[in-house]
């Protein structure tokens, strides 16, 4: 199907352990194809993945359209929402991560030198108190520039059940259903996958994610590639707003050297029409790319932590550039 050296990265990949699964999912030329990888694939099972952060792409969309139903404001603080007084990030600054909170807030660096990030969740017992207690020990000073953040998407939680007076649980699967019409991709809490993180060479335990954790928003989706085909298919030609915004770049931040650009839930290359994200859960690792110019996509899932030469992100862009530049022979 690709090159020597992209089947090659994928055989080093699956060929670690009989248990390590890799999905892959195309959109070129508005066809679509579909690969699973691995030395026990069987053709009659569909594979989950828990996605990681890519699912901060579905808060996100979500979030747009209750800003289009008017009961949220993009530019309004947080603490408005929360009631709690005093200056604190607005909706777009958590959306954007500009906010100023960096990846591990509220937690200090040093506790990953304690735990074992693919073997444990380091959100496992967080509650909705931890992190409204965390965001009012960190007022906003001022306006910052690109600063990725699990913790923006956690207080994004805390806001929409707020103004919805429903759990965050109960209206994404809701959304993911519904609106967005994926019927085998839902929350953790609701679901556990059919396919074994693999650490080491050996399977382990998934993250354990408790009801009502406030870090669902942020890494707490589960799909297959079946799914995520439909919802990269939706980037490329929906015609709804909540999706269409999220494509929207940030004009007023800067991060890596002017190479990388912000969208509400998204990262993004060329003022917005190429969007990507990663995601990883553990050993779970995923990788979206989309060319909304090129109507191409990309979607890549695995369960396996995986190992310099062939982590699901590389494999994700080689195949992204192989197509970019062989799309007619496909």
């Excluded at 594979?47 to 530019?75: P, Q």
């Excluded at 998934?206 to 799909?223: D, E, F, M, Q, T």
Aim: overall charge positive.
């Amino acid at each position: 199907m690709f090159n020597e050296k992209i089947n090659n990265l994928i055989k080093e990949y699956v060929n670690k352990n009989e248990n390590i699964l890799l999905s892959l999912g195309i959109i070129v030329n508005g066809k679509k194809y579909y690969f699973n990888f691995g030395n026990n694939v069987r053709d009659n099972i569909v594979y989950d993945y828990e996605i990681g952060s890519i699912s901060k792409t579905f808060t996100a969309h979500f979030v747009m359209k209750y800003v289009e139903l008017n009961k949220l404001d993009l530019f309004k603080s947080v603490g408005d929402y929360l009631n709690i007084e005093d200056n604190y990030p607005t909706i777009y600054e958590l959306l954007t991560h500009t906010s100023g909170y960096k990846f591990l807030t509220p937690f200090n660096y040093k506790i990953t030198k304690w735990i074992n990030y693919y073997k444990k969740n380091l959100y496992e017992n967080i509650t909705d108190d931890d992190i409204l207690k965390a965001l009012i020990k960190r007022k906003k000073k001022k306006n910052y520039n690109y600063a990725y953040s699990d913790f923006n998407y956690a207080i994004l939680k805390l806001v929409l059940e707020k103004v919805t007076d429903k759990s965050y649980n109960e209206l994404m699967n809701e959304f993911i259903k519904e609106d967005l019409k994926l019927i085998n991709t839902q929350l953790l809490d609701d679901y556990i996958p059919n396919t074994n993180p693999i650490y080491k060479n050996k399977p382990i335990n998934r993250w354990v994610w408790k009801k009502n954790n406030p870090y669902l928003s942020a890494g707490g989706i589960c799909s297959n590639v079946y799914d995520m085909v439909k919802y990269i298919e939706l980037q490329l030609v929906s015609e709804a707003s909540y999706i269409k915004k999220c494509h929207i770049v940030n004009k007023n931040t800067k991060a890596r050297k002017d190479k990388l650009l912000i969208c509400p839930g998204w990262h993004a290359y060329k003022s917005g029409n190429h969007l990507w994200h990663v995601g990883g859960v553990g050993c779970y690792k995923s990788s979206v790319i989309i060319s909304k110019n090129k109507n191409i996509a990309i979607v890549v899932l695995g369960n396996y932590k995986g190992h310099k030469s062939a982590r699901v992100n590389n494999i994700a862009k080689m195949i992204y550039g192989y197509i970019s530049r062989n799309r007619n022979k496909l």
